[in-house]
């Protein structure tokens, strides 16, 4: 499915097309006719064959910059700025030969409005996911039941749920597919009216609400409200699903078809009845729990033992029902599910005899205190080494939110070191059980050498390690030269 001339027409109405560097106007319609468009890129070293190039403007980089690398990379064509058409000159003209020259004022606002009019361009079931945690994971599973159906979807890369994100995997959707699904993330007031704007989903769902981002977003209602713009566009026929656990969700008067998960009895999808135990002859943990999805029951048991995995089994089931997947299938798609990097992730460690358990993708209150609990359930022989970093964008209360993470400690009993990493993480300190062996560090370079030390002295028996922080605390790279 080409992106074709008369597409990119009507998305960019106002701009300048023309081939190769030349300062007349020039017929495009060979071009059209001889050339595949197969997608777009922002990114001039991941050019694939027949796509176009377009340099955005960032806070350190400029893709202007990069114009004639990705040319040269195989970019079958560019997008510019219009107050940055003097780079033409300065790229030889065998480089622009036969490639074509898009000329707009506003790169992003090109992209956008690129977004727009393909999303427009389809009428199958289009799935927007959000929510203060669990976004991706709940993302994962249902793209993994999909997978087991042999599903025709197009499912979101990663956790590109930003604006731009968004707009390129929009981009990829293709009539060949029966549904598309996208995560929505936001981290300040506003941005999700822009986003559900471009993407218009027939169904949308809201994990949960929970302090994140709070520096941006505000308070929970605040966030609450925000979270709830994903369905400012829907029609009457369209489906939101909400966490029914949290009455900041279930109080709502929606003004369409909702449906509801989580564990209280109200709930159309609901777990009851959990038990998390280890595996005959094994030392791994696994949830059993009663799946209820409207009038059907049955038992089933996921990879783990973390309480988020069940939301986020629960809010994919959702999704996947109302799209007609059968309840046999959604069970073998939640049994069989791994997980998804950086999220509760065990790794071997490569030094002395531990796992490392990477869950650094990101951090709140709400999900440092459910990693803590689940980290707390693990059997362990040798040492029990918490990792913790700096919880970001908490705003005014972030003192006080880190206090917490120290109580939630207490509730721990077996954990032998703590290691601190940051400077909001020393609050954490000021609350936590006084028995536990407390090491600050300034970053990840020297929270691994603490840890590799503490494993080198307890060789025989194994031990665990949990990492946890914000992403921007870099713990992932901790965790990577522990288990290379």
């Not at 940055?84 to 622009?96: A, G, P, Y």
């Not at 968004?166 to 822009?194: P, Q, T």
């Not at 030094?351 to 609990?373: E, H, L, Q, R, V």
């Not at 703590?418 to 006084?434: C, D, E, R």
């Amino acid at each position: 499915m080409s992106f074709s001339r008369y597409f990119l027409k009507v998305a960019l109405p106002t701009a300048v097309f023309k081939v190769g560097n030349s300062s007349h106007k020039i017929d495009t319609d060979n071009f059209f006719e001889n050339n595949f468009i197969s997608g777009f890129c922002i990114d001039s070293r991941k050019i694939k064959q027949g796509e176009i190039f377009l340099a955005l403007e960032g806070e350190n980089v400029d893709g202007h910059d990069f114009v004639e690398d990705a040319i040269k990379n195989g970019a079958i064509g560019i997008i510019i700025n219009q107050e940055k058409e003097w780079i033409l000159q300065k790229i030889k003209k065998d480089v622009l030969s036969g490639k074509l020259i898009i000329i707009v004022k506003n790169t992003l606002n090109a992209l956008i409005q690129l977004a727009k009019v393909w999303r427009s361009r389809f009428c199958y079931p289009v799935v927007g996911i959000t929510g203060s945690v669990g976004k991706t994971t709940t993302k994962e599973i249902v793209s993994h039941i999909f997978k087991i159906v042999n599903f025709t979807a197009y499912v979101s890369y990663k956790n590109q749920n930003s604006l731009i994100g968004l707009c390129l995997n929009i981009l990829n959707m293709r009539k060949d597919h029966k549904v598309a699904v996208f995560e929505v993330g936001i981290s300040k007031i506003g941005e999700m009216e822009v986003k559900a704007d471009i993407l218009r989903p027939t169904i949308a769902l809201i994990t949960c609400i929970a302090h994140s981002h709070t520096y941006g977003l505000g308070k929970l209602l605040d966030i609450a409200n925000q979270k709830n713009q994903i369905f400012k566009y829907f029609n009457s026929c369209d489906i939101g699903i909400i966490n029914g656990d949290q009455p900041i969700l279930s109080n709502n008067n929606y003004n369409y078809p909702t449906i509801s998960f989580g564990m209280k009895i109200k709930n159309h999808l609901r777990a009851g009845k959990i038990r998390i135990e280890y595996e005959k002859n094994g030392n791994d943990l696994h949830t059993n729990f009663m799946l209820k999805i409207y009038n059907q029951k049955i038992s089933l048991r996921l990879k783990g033992n973390h309480e988020g995995l069940i939301y986020n089994s629960l809010a994919a089931s959702s999704i996947a029902y109302l799209l007609g997947i059968s309840v046999n299938d959604i069970i073998k798609g939640l049994q069989t599910f791994s997980g998804v990097e950086s999220r509760f992730e065990k790794k071997i460690a490569s030094c002395g005899n531990g796992t490392i358990i990477n869950d650094c993708y990101n951090a709140n209150p709400k999900s440092m205190k459910a990693a803590i609990f689940a980290f707390s359930r693990i059997k362990c022989s040798g040492v029990k080494i918490a990792v913790l970093g700096d919880m970001l964008e908490l705003g005014e209360r972030e003192v006080f939110w880190h206090r917490q993470v120290g109580r939630v400690l207490r509730k721990v009993l077996d954990l032998d070191f703590l290691i601190l990493v940051g400077n909001l993480a020393k609050h954490i300190a000021k609350t936590a059980p006084m028995k536990i062996n407390i090491i600050f560090v300034s970053d990840w370079i020297d929270a691994e050498k603490v840890v590799r030390d503490i494993l080198k002295k307890y060789p025989k028996n194994h031990s665990f390690v949990l990492a946890k922080s914000s992403k921007a605390m870099n713990l992932n790279k901790m965790v990577e030269q522990l288990s290379n």
